[in-house]
T-cell receptor, first 112, second 116 residues
């Protein structure tokens, strides 16, 4: 079945760049998403990328997609303490009634 | 972005009682709503998908008689946890999508259910 994998933890210094990686197995993915979840809160959509794109940039966020390797990454430039959260990678394919397949989430800790 | 409001944010109930959680799309019509359950430090587990005016589609292993979902209008879906037990304690999150090929699902802020 479809699967999405992420590393569970990442620790960076404030001001450095963070790179969170995600791999997926579904070759028919249409959209890939990054969501942020702060403690005790719901999920916030950060950004998404369509599967025919290689890169998408939005302010401090850069998403890179390697469709051949089924690898997605999220780079956060100038990471701040407010970026500390869990980041979920998710993918959706066209025929799946808009269900998202989720990774387990990467817990990002930003140290001052 | 669109706003999805989930209510209540937290609830404590006694074993054996039922609890209703509401999910509302405030500024758009949600043709599809999703209900998730999240255990501490784990990912989201999809429980069911509901389309307005029709029965919800439950994921394997989710008891439809225990987790009643009603999607009566394009802006409201409810999840009722019936005869709650302590093992039902969890964080429940809803999300809502609009259109047929919508790229985004907007999430509510979640409901922390504690059954004592």
């Amino acid at each position: 079945g479809e699967d999405v994998e992420q590393s569970l933890f990442l620790s960076v210094r404030e001001g450095d760049s963070s790179v969170i990686n995600c791999t997926y197995t579904d070759s028919s993915s249409t959209y890939l998403y990054w969501y942020k979840q702060e403690p005790g809160a719901g999920l916030q959509l950060l950004t998404y990328i369509f599967s025919n794109m290689d890169m998408k940039q939005d302010q401090r966020l850069t998403v890179l997609l390697n469709k051949k390797d089924k690898h997605l990454s999220l780079r956060i430039a100038d990471t701040q303490t407010g970026d500390s959260a869990i980041y979920f990678c998710a993918e959706k394919n066209a025929g799946n009634n808009r269900k998202l397949i989720w990774g387990l989430g990467t817990s990002l800790a930003v140290n001052p | 972005g669109a706003v999805v409001s989930q209510h209540p944010s937290w609830v404590i109930c006694k074993s054996g009682t039922s609890v209703k959680i509401e999910c509302r799309s405030l500024d758009f019509q949600a043709t599809t709503m999703f209900w998730y359950r999240q255990f501490p430090k784990q990912s989201l587990m999809l429980m069911a998908t509901s389309n307005e005016g029709s029965k919800a589609t439950y994921e394997q292993g989710v008891e439809k008689d225990k987790f009643l979902i009603n999607h009566a209008s394009l802006t409201l879906s409810t999840l009722t946890v019936t005869s709650a037990h302590p093992e039902d304690s969890s964080f429940y999150i809803c999300s809502a999508s609009q259109g047929h090929m919508n790229t985004e699902a907007f999430f509510g802020q979640g409901t922390r259910l504690t059954v004592v």
